[in-house]
């Protein structure tokens, strides 16, 4: 049976006068992928930043493999301890314009860690390699394509090997395509290296292919955790809208039943031309203002 590596026991965190996160519960097992999901503007990203010590919580703590890391009471110095062991993938990758793909990768390796110049360049090679690039540490930020981009972004993140990555809407802006690739690539570091995953999202989809258990926030609270299973099942009608309203872009089709059809495209296309040109209705004739001087 998996252990939690990760717990935030009744987190809380405010804004001025404004708590943003209430009273937030969760466990993270070890060599698991959770995904946080919610609306926007709901405290995803705080719980993300309290996690990788951006922000302390107001209320709460955080504990990471039996310590507590963080709270409203604990020295900074005992985050300071295990930051190393959180990995981060930023929305947009955050890569460094002004570095090449190798020195983006390279740039945390050569800040934290004694590894000689001659380590550092097999694990950029090495973690260029985990993700599915090859000769590209040369090239510039603006000489790749958003999709390679990401996946630079995550070879810099599991360069220092750490414990847990947190990934902040990994496939925004990208297509359908380099988004099945990235969660493809999140399942596959969780295979080869054993990888405890967080992933903040708002795409159901994703959610459903990558995660083994599924937290769902609303207006700073927790209101359900458990698999995608589950998720599916809940009777909650705000759940049910949250995720039916995501999936319902596919030909707007309401029925859950429905979603798992194959589409008759014929069909769609044939309702699509239904409306037809009936002539015309109403006929108005404008005579044309001459100004002066016109012949």
């Not at 990401?150 to 990208?174: F, H, N, Q």
């Not at 609270?221 to 909650?236: M, V």
């Amino acid at each position: 049976m998996s252990q939690a590596i990760l717990k935030l026991e009744h987190v809380k965190k405010n804004f001025g006068p404004k708590t943003v996160l209430h009273d937030v519960n969760i466990e993270i097992m070890r060599g698991e992928i959770t995904c946080i999901i919610g609306q926007s503007g709901h405290g995803k990203s705080v719980i993300l930043k309290n996690i990788m010590g951006l922000m302390k919580p107001d209320g709460g703590r955080i504990i990471f493999d039996g310590k507590v890391i963080s709270s409203p009471t604990t020295p900074d110095s005992e985050y300071d301890k295990v930051r190393h062991k959180f990995g981060l993938l930023f929305q947009g990758a955050a890569l460094f314009d002004s570095m090449t793909v190798g020195d983006n990768i390279g740039f945390t390796l050569r800040e934290r860690t004694n590894l000689t110049e001659e380590e550092i360049q097999e694990r950029i090679k090495n973690g260029l390699s985990m993700v599915g690039l090859h000769n590209i540490e040369h090239q510039m930020p603006a000489e790749l394509s958003g999709g390679m981009r990401s996946r630079v972004g995550l070879a810099r993140a599991v360069a220092l090997e750490p414990d847990i990555m947190l990934y902040d809407e990994p496939t925004s802006a990208l297509d359908p395509i380099m988004s099945d690739k990235i969660n493809d690539l999140i399942l596959d570091l969780r295979a080869k290296l054993n990888m405890t995953s967080i992933v903040i999202t708002h795409d159901m989809g994703s959610a459903y292919k990558i995660a083994d258990r599924i937290c769902m926030l609303h207006n700073g609270k927790i209101i359900f955790q458990g698999t995608p299973a589950q998720i599916r099942s809940s009777r909650n009608s705000y759940i049910q809208k949250f995720i039916s309203g995501h999936r319902k872009l596919f030909y707007a089709m309401e029925a859950e039943q429905e979603l798992d059809k194959q589409v008759n495209l014929s069909s769609v296309h044939k309702e699509a031309h239904k409306k037809i040109f009936h002539g015309v209705q109403e006929l108005k004739v404008v005579p044309k203002t001459r100004s002066v001087g016109d012949a």
